[in-house]
Each structure stands twice: as C-alpha cells, then as structure tokens.
C-alpha cells in the first residue's frame, strides 16, 4: 500500500511539472541545429505590429509584387530564422517573393510562444503585406513542423493561392502522445494544433511534404493530414527524409512545380 502511494505521490509530481513547464518542452528558441549558413538572398529585415503590440521581426524578399506571388514561412518550434537559410536562399531561383517571420520569443523577440499568440503573428504577417497591397489570394503559407499548425489555422475557410506543409502532425495532442504514452496529454495540454479538424477547411492547393525516417512527427501523420485534405493537393512523400527534410534537388523540384501550377 506504501508503494501504491509512493508510485502515485511521484506521478503526480510528473503531471503537475508537466502541466506547468510544458511550454518550455514545446518551444525551443535558442536550440541551433545549423551553423555557417551564408545568406545569398537579398533581404530586408522588417519589424510587423502584432496585436498585442509585440513587434516580431521579419526577413522580406521582394521580388515583384505585381507578377509574383508571395510566400509566408512559418517556421518550427526550434531555433532563430538563421536556421532557415538553407531553405530561403533556394527561392533566389523561384518566381517568388517571400517574408519568414520569427515567433514571439524566438530570435531576439519579446514576449512567450504560446499556441494563440503564434496565431496572432502569423495573422500580423498577413495584415503587413496586406498593407502593401499583396492580396489575400496572391499569397502562399508554408508550415515548416510547428508552423503547419498555424498556416493550417490561418488558411480556413480563405482565398490563399496555395498551402505548403512540411513535415505535418494530426494535433499537437496525437504528437505529445508519441513522446509521452502514460499521461493524460489530453487534458493536461494547452496548445493544441489541432490541423486533422481544420484541414477540412482548406480549399486552397495543399502541397504535403513528409519522410518516412521523420523520427519526431510520424510519417503517418503527414500522409493522413494528405488522405483528409481537400482537392487539389499533392503530396512529396521520400523513404529516408528525417523531420528537417533534404532541401535537394526532388524536393526542390516538387516544391517548383507546386509554385507554378498556381499561377
């Protein structure tokens, strides 16, 4: 019966640092998976409003306003927008123009990621090139892991030229799940992602992007976040990509062909 106790004295310990760090196991600004990186692409570094009068910082590439369409790159929940010149400087080569924002909290930012306020920054970066007069139907979200959960939101029931979601999850819920099997994630989590209910939402093009090695978001994930969506979709599906996927010249292709159908 001491046991018994003990066991359960300790699990929920667990459960209430779980419930109360979460957040710090969500998100991880100051995590650096790449280094060296030299940025071949011009850019502005920009300062977008949010609502709550943060001011999230943004590299902006403009091409042609006019003739282009424009992408928006909501990255994932690790690292600074340096990370992500190695997938950037390969849109020097598309007929595209394109603004990444960093999240609240993330690459000098003020403020706490939280599943709201990421929806907020992506909203503030829509309304910023609406302010330059990029229209809602001219634009394209590309969902980098995390990011998926917010071009997903964002792109409901909307007019975008086109959505990209690179390495996808059903909901954050179904992810935390794989990670920790014997709590109640359920209940105790707070930023749900819940892309497998929003999905159905989404009437723009989709362009579905996963490996089946991803080892963090299951390859199951991706491709049922592709069998849920809406037509026309079109999936990038490889054998040995990881959860940062190959930036090769397949991917490239694939990525290439899906900015061109929309125009």
């Given at each position: 019966?001491?046991?018994?106790?003990?066991?359960?004295?300790?699990?929920?310990?667990?459960?209430?640092?779980?419930?109360?760090?979460?957040?710090?196991?969500?998100?991880?600004?100051?995590?650096?998976?790449?280094?060296?990186?030299?940025?071949?692409?011009?850019?502005?570094k920009?300062?977008?409003?949010s609502?709550?009068n943060?001011?999230?910082?943004?590299?902006?590439?403009?091409?042609?306003?006019?003739?282009?369409?424009?992408?928006?790159?909501?990255?994932?929940?690790?690292?600074?927008?340096?990370?992500?010149?190695?997938?950037?400087?390969h849109?020097?080569?598309?007929?595209?123009?394109?603004?990444?924002?960093?999240?609240?909290?993330?690459?000098?930012?003020?403020?706490?990621?939280?599943?709201?306020?990421?929806?907020?920054?992506?909203?503030?970066?829509?309304?910023?090139?609406?302010?330059?007069?990029v229209?809602?139907?001219?634009?394209?979200?590309?969902?980098?892991?995390?990011?998926?959960?917010?071009?997903?939101?964002?792109?409901?029931?909307?007019?975008?030229?086109?959505?990209?979601?690179?390495?996808?999850?059903?909901?954050?819920?179904?992810?935390?799940?794989?990670?920790?099997?014997?709590?109640?994630?359920?209940?105790?989590?707070?930023?749900?992602?819940?892309?497998?209910?929003?999905?159905?939402?989404i009437?723009?093009?989709?362009?579905v992007?996963?490996?089946?090695?991803?080892?963090i978001?299951?390859?199951?994930?991706?491709?049922?976040?592709?069998?849920?969506?809406?037509?026309?979709?079109?999936?990038?599906?490889?054998?040995?990509?990881?959860?940062?996927?190959?930036?090769?010249?397949?991917?490239?292709?694939?990525?290439?062909?899906?900015?061109?159908?929309?125009?």
């Amino acid at each position: 019966m001491q046991l018994i106790l003990i066991i359960f004295f300790l699990y929920s310990l667990i459960l209430v640092f779980l419930y109360f760090y979460q957040r710090s196991l969500l998100y991880h600004p100051n995590e650096n998976n790449y280094s060296g990186d030299e940025i071949s692409v011009g850019i502005e570094k920009v300062k977008i409003s949010s609502s709550d009068n943060l001011q999230i910082l943004g590299w902006y590439h403009e091409k042609n306003l006019k003739d282009f369409k424009t992408l928006i790159f909501f990255h994932g929940n690790a690292g600074s927008l340096e990370n992500r010149i190695h997938k950037i400087n390969h849109f020097r080569d598309m007929d595209i123009n394109f603004l990444i924002i960093a999240w609240r909290g993330f690459s000098g930012n003020n403020g706490k990621p939280t599943e709201q306020g990421l929806y907020d920054d992506g909203k503030s970066a829509i309304d910023w090139l609406a302010k330059k007069g990029v229209r809602e139907k001219d634009i394209i979200l590309y969902g980098e892991s995390l990011g998926t959960g917010v071009a997903t939101h964002l792109a409901q029931n909307k007019n975008f030229a086109g959505i990209i979601l690179e390495t996808p999850f059903t909901s954050m819920i179904d992810a935390a799940k794989k990670f920790y099997p014997y709590i109640p994630v359920s209940l105790l989590l707070k930023d749900k992602f819940e892309n497998k209910k929003k999905i159905k939402n989404i009437n723009s093009p989709i362009l579905v992007m996963h490996g089946e090695a991803d080892q963090i978001v299951p390859f199951s994930m991706g491709k049922k976040i592709y069998e849920i969506a809406n037509e026309p979709k079109y999936s990038y599906f490889t054998k040995y990509d990881n959860h940062m996927m190959e930036y090769d010249e397949n991917l490239l292709k694939a990525l290439k062909s899906f900015l061109d159908s929309l125009n």
